[in-house]
Structure formats: C-alpha cells, structure tokens
T-cell receptor, first 114, second 115 residues
Framework: AQSVSQHNHHVILSEAASLELGCNYS??????LFWYVQYPGQHLQLLLK??????LVKGIKGFEAEFIKSKFSFNLRKPSVQWSDTAEYFC????????????FGGGTRVLVKP | GAGVSQSPSNKVTEKGKDVELRCDPI?????LYWYRQSLGQGLEFLIY????????KSGLPSDRFSAERTGGSVSTLTIQRTQQEDSAVYLC?????????????FGSGTRLTVV
C-alpha cells in the first residue's frame, strides 16, 4: 500500500484560479511533512515544510499548506496561480515509524493555462 | 560545494553493461538518499544511508542494484547488467539529520538511458 498518496495526478487550470492539491499519508506518530516542486527541466526544490507548531505553513511563491493530524493530510494551496506555477508537485513525509526515510507521493502535474 | 553534486549528468549505456553513478553530498550531511524518477512516475525510493548505521536498502528493485557510501561522504550507485527498464533519472539527496531540522537538498540527477 502506498504510504503517501496524492490523489490528483493531473490538474489543469487557468491563471488566477485557486489551486489545492491533496496529500494523505498513512504513518502514525511523529511526522515531518514537505512539499517539493519540480519545474520543467529543473531539479526538485523545497516549497515548504512542517515540523511542529502552527499547522498552517507558509512557503515560497505564495504557497501554503495545512496539516490536519486527524485526517493524516497535508494539502497544498495557492489562492491565485500564475502560468509560471506550471510544474510537478510532490508531497513527502519523513516518519519515525518508517525509519526516518523520506517517502514521496506519486506527484501531481499542474498545468496553468495563460 | 554548496549543493549536492551528481555525476555524470547524462549517461547512455548499452543493455547488459554496468554503470556507476556518483553523488557528492553537502559537507557534514549525515543522511544520503537515492531515488529513481522514471518518465511519468513519481520518485521511487532506492536506498538511504544514515551516519554509520546499516543502510536501508528496502527500495532497491533487484540484486543488480547496489550502493556504497565511503567515509560517510561520497556515494556510488552501481547498476549491473543494465536493462532498458533501468532508464530513468537517478536523484541523490542529502540532509543534516537533526531533530526539527530536516533540510533535504537534491542534486540535479543523472539521466540514465539504456539502449
């Protein structure tokens, strides 16, 4: 069974639309949560991360994510996307229950139409 | 260097040949990961090194794959008798494992093409 799930594989939207990408994980206990982005032809970059504290995390480029422990979720949001947000987005979880290795979801390809 | 360095950036090899992929992590980072990213796929975990502990090899897809990390720094991923399905981008990442400070930095990857 997949330990980190991203249910949307492809998302197409227009500029200025709002974006929400789902991420669910199956580990119990202490987790650290990440969203990475991979722009076309580039390497993975960290968007934001959650370790503890405020469950609403602000990242770069106007992205934010909310950790909901009861739902084992860490969804990524952006209120108004730009064409330059076209990329593939990966959720990742580092869980003590999994030996602290970083496990990625399958990724979501986002295409923003100008 | 300032980042994670991988070499070569591109490798084309014939089916059946062995290949070695190299990763230079950020100095002082004790954790090192190898992932594989195939076309249209997500990131597949291969192997994880953490300090002097035994590596987590649970993601290696077959016994043709092996990896070493010498002196807690440079790592080499070796694929023996390459097959066409081994074609992918192989990514390395390193992190300074401290409680509440998991900063994972990825290299640019090695694009392996088996022909």
């Amino acid at each position: 069974a997949q330990s980190v799930s991203q249910h949307n594989h492809h998302v197409i939207l227009s500029e200025a639309a709002s974006l929400e990408l789902g991420c669910n994980y199956s580990y119990g206990g202490t987790v650290n949560l990440f969203w990475y982005v991979q722009y076309p032809g580039q390497h993975l970059q960290l968007l934001l991360k959650y370790f503890s504290g405020d469950p609403l995390v602000k990242g770069i480029k106007g992205f934010e994510a909310e950790f909901i422990k009861s739902k084992f979720s860490f969804n990524l949001r952006k209120p108004s996307v730009q064409w330059s947000d076209t990329a593939e987005y990966f959720c990742a979880v580092n869980a003590k229950a999994a030996g602290n290795k970083l496990t990625f979801g399958g990724g979501t390809r986002v295409l923003v139409k100008p | 260097g300032a980042g994670v360095s991988q070499s070569p950036s591109n490798k084309v090899t014939e089916k059946g040949k062995d290949v070695e992929l190299r990763c230079d992590p950020i100095s002082g980072h004790t954790a090192l990961y190898w992932y594989r990213q195939s076309l249209g796929q997500g990131l597949e975990f291969l192997i994880y090194f953490q300090g002097n502990s035994a590596p987590d090899k649970s993601g290696l897809p077959s016994d043709r794959f092996s990896a070493e990390r010498t002196g807690g720094s440079v790592s080499t991923l070796t694929i023996q008798r390459t097959q066409q399905e081994d074609s992918a981008v192989y990514l390395c990442a390193s992190s300074l494992v401290r409680y509440n400070d998991y900063g994972y930095t990825f290299g640019s990857g090695t694009r392996l093409t088996v022909v």
